[in-house]
């Protein structure tokens, strides 16, 4: 039987708190929790609901009898359709006193763990303009903004290139500037998307599984190479080749111009063949005296200014004296593993995914480093006896694991072999504090760190040592 679908208005309710996936949180006159998405910490608002359910609501704001003095006016022309940066209409020292809050509150009310004095939030110096890589797609039938359905105007040009309205999978909201990726992201992005529609190259349509342009992936590292990535529905090479000369001689900085011929019904670059049209089939990433090759399909921290500092903390959480075995877990292309080697007897890294192993063992030799060593394979089986007993039993584990934290077979090896320390760096704090909960009967929380790597965002990183007890 379906719910029941009942909408409420609540008047003048503040706005008191700002809570998990970027949402602000109110409370009905009845004591429920009602989440909203269009509101800042100490707005006074009439509240309409479009779903109730047991212990709460979620709505939206009708009415602002208040304006909340922690608002800041939004820098982004797309920010009331866009959805990316939800935070972006609230001032950056509130946004790092929110994302701390959430943090030090998972990890007391879901791992009900002892913490020791919270070292503030480590900000982000560039709030805006902190991506080294962004994917947009293209849409033959784009989003039409409020403003322009209520104009009554006939929309002749419905091609975008921009992003996915968030719940709708066959919708685009067409990008004039967006302020997450340093020029000439913008201009790329935007000479393609002009050049489609002035030369009559059709914008794909994911319903009916047609079209040409498909999506754009740029990447743009610490050391100014660009990669651009287009991707294609189906072959020709006429407008193909017309596309890509025409970006190579506006864009003659374009380090590495690849694309991709993909006909199947998803997105994902990951199973399918990258061609090189002009430059190299990578670029490169700088950090500290580490060069990392980066590719079409390589993982790398989007904010390389703030994975420095990430990593940074991470080293020093670890202290190393150059005799220890550390085990650096779900390792990705190796960045950490690299960035603490010098500093350690030997480190093994393991990560489910083969081509970023691939991608870790060529940085390694890139960077003459001879004590590392990496292996890929399902975490929760991979991580067992016989490879410990291969490889040495550790004495630190770094793992940084994905949003799902880490596994219950991982978490239980590691309480079968306690190494001394821990370094738990984490993008969920929830099931970080999970995780941490299962271990702390073994291990003492000696330091927690958060960290912004998201500005306009409610995503935050933390990292937690734990040592043995």
């Not at 949402?23 to 429920?32: E, I, N």
């Not at 990560?351 to 870790?360: H, M, Q, T």
Request: glycine letters at 6%.
């Amino acid at each position: 039987m379906a719910r029941k679908k009942t909408q409420q208005i609540f008047e003048n309710i503040t706005i008191v708190d700002a809570g998990a996936r970027g949402k602000t949180v109110a409370k009905a006159p009845d004591g429920r929790v009602i989440f909203l998405t269009n509101t800042v910490p100490g707005d006074v608002v009439d509240i309409k609901t479009f779903k109730k359910r047991k212990a709460y609501f979620e709505g939206t704001a009708i009415k602002f009898h208040k304006y909340s003095d922690k608002r800041t006016k939004p820098v982004c022309e797309h920010f009331d359709n866009c959805g990316g940066c939800k935070w972006q209409n609230m001032s950056y020292n509130y946004q790092l006193e929110y994302k701390q809050n959430e943090v030090v509150n998972n990890l007391l009310r879901i791992g009900h763990l002892e913490l020791p004095e919270i070292t503030p939030i480590l900000g982000c110096e560039k709030t805006y303009y902190y991506r080294n890589k962004m994917e947009f797609s293209f849409s033959n039938s784009r989003w039409l903004t409020l403003d322009e359905i209520n104009s009554g105007e006939e929309i002749d040009n419905r091609n975008a290139c921009g992003f996915h309205i968030a719940g709708m999978w066959d919708k685009i909201l067409d990008i004039s500037k967006c302020h997450l990726q340093e020029e000439p992201s913008n201009a790329i992005r935007n000479f393609i998307r002009n050049y489609g529609i002035e030369n009559g190259l059709a914008f794909f349509n994911p319903r009916e599984q047609s079209g040409f342009l498909r999506t754009v992936m740029i990447r743009i590292s610490s050391n100014g190479e660009i990669m651009v990535v287009i991707q294609f529905f189906k072959e020709n090479k006429e407008k193909r080749e017309g596309l890509l000369n025409a970006l190579a001689e506006k864009f003659p900085e374009i380090t590495s111009l690849q694309y991709v011929i993909n006909g199947k019904g998803n997105d994902t670059l990951y199973d399918q063949d990258i061609i090189l049209f002009k430059g190299r089939d990578h670029i490169f990433e700088e950090m500290e005296n580490l060069k990392f090759k980066i590719g079409p399909k390589s993982f790398y921290q989007t904010n390389s200014t703030q994975a420095y500092e990430l990593y940074k903390i991470t080293r020093d959480f670890a202290n190393l004296t150059g005799n220890e075995i550390v085990y650096d877990l779900y390792t990705g292309t190796g960045t950490i593993a690299q960035f603490v080697a010098r500093k350690a007897k030997k480190v093994i890294g393991v990560e489910s995914v083969p081509e970023a192993i691939e991608d870790a063992k060529i940085n390694a030799q890139l960077n003459k480093i001879n004590n590392v060593d990496f292996f890929a394979g399902d975490m929760k089986t991979v991580f067992n006896d016989a490879f410990i007993a291969k490889h040495g039993k550790p004495d630190i584990i770094i793992t940084d694991p994905p949003r799902d934290g880490m596994h219950k077979n991982v978490v239980a090896k590691l309480l079968d072999i306690l190494p001394k320390k821990i370094v738990y760096v984490s993008c969920n704090s929830a099931t970080q504090a999970r995780d941490l909960a299962l271990m702390k009967d073994y291990y003492t929380i000696v330091k927690t760190q958060a960290v912004d790597m998201f500005p306009q965002t409610h995503h935050v990183e933390n990292v937690v040592l734990l040592e043995l007890k």
